[in-house]
């Protein structure tokens, strides 16, 4: 099950899916980009949040809003293209990650789709390797390298009638080319024999009978790839899949496929098993892994909390124990990816909000002191670093960082309300009383229903008439 829809992830992935297609019909398209982003760091799979996030890509720079940050990108693209080659065979969920940050900025990077399809192909994700192939082709339909990757990407997806297009349409400008002419033939020839079945007839691998028998495995493979509405289904389709992982144990595919079955089941034990036989295999450097068992565990957790009865004269104690087990989960299993990649910026921030939602505000504000380098997390970070310093009475501080994060800010979104709401929140506290309204009057003028900018204003014209 290559890819998956979004019936088929766990429900805090759905959750926050949501939330960023909600911000991006509000057309706050950086914090839409961060959340498809983190969904896609969750579950790489995720092909609707594929689309999503490249969508909103391109309705930024259309805005007008990524022209600099498009320019600041291209500077900066080459570390970013050199880190994500790197990974494609080492760890390829990692350079799809790495090329979708050249991609927030310049998602027309044809460098940037061509390694992520390539990694997309090696994680077995061949829908998303043909939609950034689709992308790039557009930038340059005449790359002849371009036109054959793309092609052989259609045909690893299945889609053979699309690449024989590709190859009959390169044709028509290069009549004369026998290397095009050859893959055509080669290809329509696959295609009749895939449909056949006679391929493997031809080589001696096969029998009429098992043509017959392969049709019953053809209606398995196709369920596989359909979400599981049923119980009974995702068992016969665990029963099938451990089947054939007896004959193929080092198949870690087969081993992510039958983890996916029990965590549809809600069997996180035996999930989590199969994960850690990937985890145990030379493909257990995967980061995704970790969240992922995390995301289970933390499942788990919210389980127990969602059964616990609240007539039980002991159900706040218990309450509070797991919400304080859960939190604790988070951190440690936020701690072990930086310390895993301590140069990955993005683990930083991550492992800062869980600690400042904790209460850690000093062990937040080391992390977000480290993650602000972050060209993509600039912004939050600094919002988030302010608000540790209010938290620890630093007012002046605190409203250094926040104006500080307000400079690199030009749409009036969301997070930029945020800010101001901040900052006039610090210099109220610093006695800045004139400043302080100043601050939600920028807000109050174009959004009146922002937290209790209203009441603060309104109070504010009620004693000037007194």
Known sequence: MPEKTVQ?????????FEKGRAAYNRQNFDYA???FNAVLKLEPALFEARTALRATQFQRVKAGKGFFKKMLGKASASPGLAKAQM???????EAIYAAEQVLNNDPNNVTAHRILAEAAIEADLPKTAVFSLEIAIKQNPTDRKLILQTASAYSNAGQIAKAETLYTEALKSSPNDPALQQMLKDLSARRTMAEGGYDSLQSGGGSYRNLLRDQDLAVSIEQEGRSVNSLETSRKLVAENLVKFAAEPDNMKLAR?????????????KALEYLQKIKDSEMGGDPSLDKKMTGILLLKIDEKLAGLDVSDMDFEEARRGLIQARLELEIQAAKLLVERYPSELQYRFDLGEILFKAGKISEAIQEFQKAQSNPHRRVATLNYLGQCFSKRGMYDVAARTFQKALDDKIIFDDEKKDLIYHLGMAQEAMGMKADSIESFKQIYEVDIGFRDVAARVDAYYADQVQ
């Open 8 to 16: 088929e992830v766990v429900a805090f992935v759905r959750e926050q």
């Open 33 to 35: 980009i961060d959340i």
């Open 87 to 93: 990974l494609i065979h080492r760890n390829p969920h």
């Open 257 to 269: 496929t039958i983890s996916d079955l029990y965590l549809s089941q809600k069997d996180y034990a």
